[in-house]
Every structure is written in C-alpha cells, then in structure tokens.
C-alpha cells in the first residue's frame, strides 16, 4: 500500500562523532533526544526520530513549524558533547508497505530535499547548522534564515542558558527556574535577553500558534 501527502522529512546526522569517547552512546541518546524534544515541544510526529544507518537519523513531522521547534529543543537535551546536523525537507511523503511485518520504504520530494538541505547545513561549517528546503523559494529563504539565526543564537549559548532556555520552553517559570539552579530570578532573565534566548522563546510561541494553519504554513 503506498500512501502520499506533504510533511516535512528531517534527516539527522551526529558531527564529528568518530572524536567522541562513547560513540554509541551517542547513537543512543539522539533518538532519546527526539522523543524528548517532541514531548517539550508538544508536538506529535508523523514518525518519531529513528537511526537509519551508522550516524544518520530520520523524523517526520506535519508541518515546518513543528519541525523548527523540535530543532530548537535539541541541543538542549542532547548531551553536551554530542551536536547533530540537520536538513528539514518539505514535500510529499510517499510510505510503501512491503508487507504484513511493517516493513517500508519511504520516498517522495520531502527526502530529497531533506537530503540537499543537510548538505547545505554540512557546506556551512557549523557545528550542528541546520538547513531548511521547500519547493517555494519564498518559504525557503524564509525559514532558512529562521533556522540559521536559531542556529546563531543556540550556539552561543553555555550551558547553565541550555538549560535554562530548555525549562523555560517547557513551560517553567522564571522563578522555578531560577530555584532550580539555585540563582536570582534576575540573573534569569537577564541571562535569556543577554544570549538572544528570550527571542527563541517568543518565536516558538508564534511558531506554536501558526502551526497547523494550512498544509504548509
């Protein structure tokens, strides 16, 4: 049976991970880290993250703004040591099913151009770029640019911002979160607004009340 519609394909890799001291746990953690990253996120895929092959992983979602806020979430529920470069393709989404057991093939734009996207993140250099593509050029250097400033913006950030960014995105207040790391409520916020965080937060709520709109808006 073979089933088509537009989603955004996500496609996964971990950077650098032949210089990790524990490559598999590694492996392990990210698609840990998906299913986290949904759950804060609120956000239910069409196929949750999955190892594919070697260092690769895949997920699908429903539309580009669920896609982005996961990707936001990420990095900081990752391990520390362990980044992930990402190619978020929108496009149509072909499942064929081999037979009784489940076993499948997925095809269709999304992938490929999941795929080109990936390797736009890869000619970047950062670590852990991400990279979006639609078919609409409007779209895609729009939320091309959305995801690269994310980029910018979760890079900088050190680790006590990782996490504080992670609660506050999970619905903690500043006053909670502030308890939890055992610091002023203003050193919270002016943490967030120093690193640029407090503007990730802002753009997740927007995305949150976009998403799901239309078919790809």
């Known amino acids: ?21 524990d490559r598999d746990a590694a492996q392990r953690a990210v698609p840990e880290a998906f299913a986290r990253a949904d759950r804060l996120a609120g956000v239910s895929p069409v ?9 690769e992983f895949q997920a699908v979602y429903r539309t580009w703004q ?38 499948r093939i997925e095809d269709g734009t999304a992938w490929y151009r999941a795929r080109e996207a990936i390797e736009t993140a890869e000619a970047r250099g950062a670590h852990g770029a991400t990279a979006f593509l639609a078919e609409d050029a409007d779209l895609t250097a729009a939320v091309d640019g959305l995801v690269l400033l994310q980029d910018h913006v ?59 709109a239309d078919g790809t808006a």
């Open 47 to 55: 196929r949750a993250g999955w190892p594919t092959v070697g260092d």
């Open 1 to 21: 049976m073979t089933t088509s519609n537009q989603v955004v394909a996500v496609i996964a890799d971990i950077v650098g991970s032949r210089t990790l001291g």
């Open 154 to 212: 979760l890079g900088r950030l050190k680790a006590r911002e990782l996490r504080l960014l992670r609660a506050l995105l999970d619905g903690a207040t500043q006053a909670e979160a502030a308890r939890a790391e055992k610091i002023s409520q203003s050193a919270v916020s002016q943490a967030m607004s120093r690193s640029g965080a407090t503007r990730l937060i802002d753009l997740d709520a927007a995305l949150a009340s976009s998403s799901g």
């Open 66 to 103: 669920d896609a982005v806020r996961v990707t936001l979430r990420l990095p900081a529920v990752l391990p520390e040591q362990v980044r992930l470069r990402l190619g978020l393709g929108l496009g149509e989404h072909r499942v064929m099913e081999d037979d009784a057991a489940g076993h």
